[in-house]
């Protein structure tokens, strides 16, 4: 008789001579503990059958006793069940339409435990072959990896396949941020412009288009000379405009605003308090800073081609929207202000995305450390073969 530790397999021969094995392949359906039975009247045929069984459970294609999952029909439960109660709206939809038009046409009909590493490859490399980018794939390869992570933790599946998987590498994208010149040609431009005060704050506090849409009158304090970021602006499907908290701590953020940006925000005020009156009982009162003429909030569509026809009254090459707020990190950056606090002003979570993003910066900030050294070393002293005179 050969018996395995708990959770091992275990053979053994009954008094009629007869042999059996029993290996544990995981759990089933209704959480019970999977284990199955082999038998023969020869043990080398037992431990075939035995070994058999383990090496099926461990490639992940032994099935999984009770339900009969396909990658379909369990990603549908991940995303009923699991996905829909642990992330955002707008997040779970991202989520519905990747599964709904790449996942479920390609693979969705394969037995769940049946799954190979090879098969969500040629998923991978057919995407890219109908022309979608990298970061499609690899938004893709994220969302399956995180069901197949709870279909192992629950035992449908002896492994995530996605984890013996290359995913694409996805290149950041350059930012392309205005010049000091061109910043101030497009508030010269906007100046005149109904929420005018909307682009000052994309170029000098570097808000997200989502938090600047969704600011209130409420997270602004003008005396104090201040603007909290507690909140942003999404459209989700069936739900139309929502307003959500940040992700992160890290976004939620108080920061100090230049005295010339409080003066906008008091114009901003006071022109909409004149919208305000003239609309009457029709003003839909949101608190909002940037709203339409009847007080609801801005779209984000018309936004951006406001930003368009900016840069083009302005005459300033044509930048994204998210580059005002690169505009804003380089500006301060070249100025002089630590990497830290430019950081802290852009929400971002960690130290290295700041200066990653922003590494075009970076030589010119060292180079600028090096000489404020020398200066505090050796004072004005000129280095030795950099005299006047000296080739």
């Known amino acids: 008789m050969t018996r395995g530790a708990s959770g ?23 959480g019970g503990r999977d284990r199955r039975h082999v038998s023969g009247p020869k043990r080398a045929d037992v431990v075939a059958k035995v070994r058999d069984l ?9 099935g999984i006793a009770g339900r009969s999952y396909t990658v379909g029909t369990w990603l549908d439960h991940w995303l009923e069940h699991i996905a829909r109660r642990k992330v955002r709206p707008r997040t779970f939809e991202s989520y519905e339409t990747m599964v709904r038009l790449h996942l479920r046409p390609s693979i969705g009909r394969q037995p769940l435990a049946k799954l190979q590493p090879e ?12 022309g979608l980018s990298p970061a499609t794939v690899l938004r893709a390869h994220r969302i399956l990896s995180r069901a197949l ?24 994208a350059e930012s392309s941020p205005l010049t000091g010149d061109e910043a101030r040609r497009v508030l010269a431009a906007a100046r005149d412009l109904r929420n005018a005060a909307r682009w000052t704050v994309a170029l000098a506090v570097g808000l997200r288009q989502s938090e600047a849409l969704a600011l209130r009158w409420a997270d602004v304090n003008l005396d104090a000379g201040s603007l909290s970021v507690r909140r942003g602006l999404h459209r989700v499907k069936g739900q139309g405009v929502v307003f959500e908290e940040p992700k992160s701590e890290r976004s939620r953020r108080t920061l100090a605003l230049p005295g010339q940006l409080v003066e906008a925000l008091r114009v901003q005020r006071a022109a909409q308090l004149t919208e305000r009156m003239a609309a009457g009982p029709l003003w839909d009162d949101g608190d909002l800073v940037f709203a339409q003429p009847n007080g609801r909030p801005l779209d984000r ?18 930048v994204r929207l998210h580059d005002g707020r690169h505009t804003a990190a380089t500006l301060l950056l070249t100025a002089g202000v630590h990497p830290r606090v430019v950081m802290d002003l852009l929400g971002h979570s960690q130290m290295r995305t700041t200066t990653d993003i922003y590494s075009h910066v970076m030589p010119a900030l060292a180079r600028e450390a090096a000489d404020r050294m020398g200066t505090a070393l050796w004072g004005d002293t000129a280095p030795v073969g950099h005299h006047a005179g000296t080739n």
């Not at 098969?119 to 109908?130: F, N, P, R, T």
């Open 8 to 30: 091992e397999s275990t053979i053994y021969r009954d008094e009629s001579g007869r042999w059996h094995g029993y290996v544990s392949m995981g759990v089933r359906a209704g």
């Open 54 to 62: 383990e090496q099926r459970r461990e490639a992940g294609s032994a």
């Open 301 to 318: 569509k018309a936004d951006w081609r406001g930003w368009k026809a900016l840069l083009a009254t302005a005459g300033v090459r044509e």
């Open 149 to 172: 992570r709870v279909a192992a933790q629950r035992g449908r599946v002896a492994r995530n396949v996605c984890t013996l998987i290359d995913p694409p590498t996805v290149k950041r």
């Open 119 to 130: 098969q969500v490859e040629s998923l991978y490399a057919q995407m890219l072959g109908q």
